[in-house]
């Protein structure tokens, strides 16, 4: 089956006690239980509720995975993917990450013991010397948040299982509609379901997708033991929002496009993150990698006062955190989604003062590129 066919589908049935189309939102905390021991596979709604089972079971089938669990949030998505390493273990990070997960990472898992090391994926070489003898996990994210770096996740996998290592793609800024990372041999492949699987800038959520059995039952139990679940209605939110993420990304890609086009030929504009253009390092691996190039685009404005007078021109772009909604979000990664990470390495991976991202929408192209225009001169 299509990818449209599995998205509208899977885990769509009919509800089985009223015929509704749409899986409706099970708000309840808790199920009667007809005997000691005797239900319907429903005891407390921590565990297991309908509109999240629905939701896991579409995206899982999306991603070409066995199984699936969505959490509240991205972040809990990535912290429960981190449990199952251990205090002693060790785990190379990709160096360029949604500024969040390197503050994970640097702030929280550092107090428990997991030692890790920030490594220039996109490197083969690189990677291969970073390996210990107690590296355990491969975390990467590609393209990358904000500077749209690409690794290879075939060449990635390759290395890591050579080595007996899990290897862990967040897959947020393409979807898996333009990237499926396990055809490629990752593991395991996280979300923040906040962005274009959702889509729609209403419901913050997160998914762990995989195929390993032993693996998936251990995401399960943490699920449920710490209890970081994506709620029923937030569930039915991104249910509804992956029905249409083809068409979305199909027009997400088509602006992102023309969007990197125009400011690649500004002359305000110093460079442009993309990996859509023949200008950037990995544009021949993403061709390969991905089934197009999204709508997340960053350009360097030269200052920060440059990019505080686009980022505060800008009249349709909606000047935010975030990315992945039908409408354009413009940003400063610097001062926002990256400034957890220490300046040195923000100046290092080029998340400068001047950096300006934005999630191009799915508006109208001209309208996004006119006010664009306008806020650059
Ligand atoms: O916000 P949350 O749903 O917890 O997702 C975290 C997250 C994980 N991975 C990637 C690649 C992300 O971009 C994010 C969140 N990013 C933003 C809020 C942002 O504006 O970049």
Known sequence: MGFSTIAIHAGNEPDAATGAVSVPIYQTSTYAQEGLGRHKGYEYARTQNPTRAALEKNIAALEGARFGFAFASGMSATDSVLKLVKAGDHVILGDNTYGGTFRLFNKVLSNYGIEFDLVDTTDAANLEQAFKPNTRMVFVETPTNPVMSVTDLRAVSEIA??????VVCDNTFMSPYLQRPIEFGVDIVVHSTT??????????????ALNDEKDAEWIGFVQNSVGAILSPFDS?????????????????????????GFLAEHPKVQKVYYPGLVSHPQHELAKRQQKGFGGMVAFETGSLDNARKVLESVKLCILGESLGGVESLISHPASMTHASVPPEKREQLGITDGLVRIS?????VEDIIADLDQALS
């Open 236 to 260: 039915f939110l991104v249910l509804r929002g992956t029905k249409t993420l083809a068409v979305r990304m199909e027009a997400h890609d088509r602006n992102g496009r023309q969007v990197a």
């Open 195 to 208: 962005k274009y699987l959702n889509g729609h800038s209403d419901s913050v959520g997160g998914f762990v």
């Open 161 to 166: 299982h050579a080595r007996g290592v899990r």
């Open 360 to 364: 191009v929408g799915i508006e109208d």
